[in-house]
């Protein structure tokens, strides 16, 4: 057994990378959903072709890099430039770590505002 040898193409899905890119954006606070789901627990027991809406992942061929475009649904109240550049930093480690493709960016694009929907206590 030589080491370093080859033993044939290692290919991950785009939709691979795309499911793991979208399980990241629970680790950013204030981050709702993807556009087209309404909460997390839509990835329970998802598969990688049900998160086609929100999220999209292309590799150049040349570069063998991954852009990685997201729309997302984010909380009132949060700072929401902030929270997108955790997500986009939360993205790019996991899809990195996970699928072993290096991102050379991730585009974020806010589509709804998500307010709270428990009403305020009325002070008396």
Known sequence: MAVGEELGDIRINNDVMALIAGIALTEVEGVVSLSGKSSFSDYVGSKSKDVEKGVTVEVDEVTAMATINLEIN???????????????????????????TPVDKVNVTVK????????RMLLK
Not at 89 to 100: I, L, S
Not at 112 to 119: C, F
């Open 74 to 100: 984010v909380e009132y109240g949060i700072a929401v430039r902030d929270a997108c550049v955790q997500l986009q930093h939360a993205v790019k480690n996991a899809v990195e770590n996970y699928a072993g």
């Open 112 to 119: 709804s505002l998500m307010v709270n929907e428990q009403p």
